[in-house]
């Protein structure tokens, strides 16, 4: 089963659980929304396109008892990592920026913050503090909202 970018993204967020920083991850690339899209049954799909990243997800619907179920979208970080530094993708230098972060937040990947945050525009800039912030700074904490809770508010 393929599921939509809604699905995806409910998907990461229930894996992430309580974990603090898998939570700063999943944020963050639900808002970029590139992953979500390309992991998504809207994505690519073609399994010959470099572009196919949805060959790096598991995406299971878990039973939920009077509903369609709750899904869980595993993603196996290192092994697309390794593709996006290696494949012909089309993905930009930004794009594939924002997954190297989550990569490290979710997965403990080694990332070079210097790397990953030169040539950044200002709102991907501002992304990746928020969510390096939602990292470390506890939910709820005075003066710091995660991108989450301040996208609602």
């Known amino acids: 089963m393929i599921f939509t970018r809604e699905r995806v993204a409910e998907g990461l ?13 999943a944020e963050l690339l639900i808002q970029h929304g590139t992953w979500v899209e390309a992991w998504s049954a809207d994505g690519e799909l073609s399994p ?19 509903d369609l179920g709750t899904p869980f979208v595993n993603i196996g970080w290192a092994r697309m990592a ?17 997954f190297r972060l989550a990569a490290s937040l979710w997965a403990g990947l ?14 991907h800039s501002r992304r ?6 939602a990292a470390v700074w506890p939910a709820g904490s005075s003066g710091v909202q995660a991108p989450a809770q301040r996208a609602a508010s």
């Not at 070079?112 to 945050?117: A, F, K, P, S």
């Open 48 to 66: 010959k396109s470099a572009n196919n990243v949805g060959q790096f997800t598991t995406q299971v619907m878990a039973p939920t008892p009077g």
């Open 128 to 133: 990746v503090a928020e969510t390096v912030i």
């Open 13 to 25: 967020r229930n894996v992430a659980g309580r974990d603090q920083h898998k939570r700063a991850a």
């Open 110 to 123: 080694p990332v070079n913050l210097q790397d990953v945050t030169t040539g950044l525009d200002p709102e």
């Open 82 to 98: 390794e593709h996006l530094q290696t494949a012909g993708h089309t993905y930009s230098k930004t794009e594939v920026k924002m």
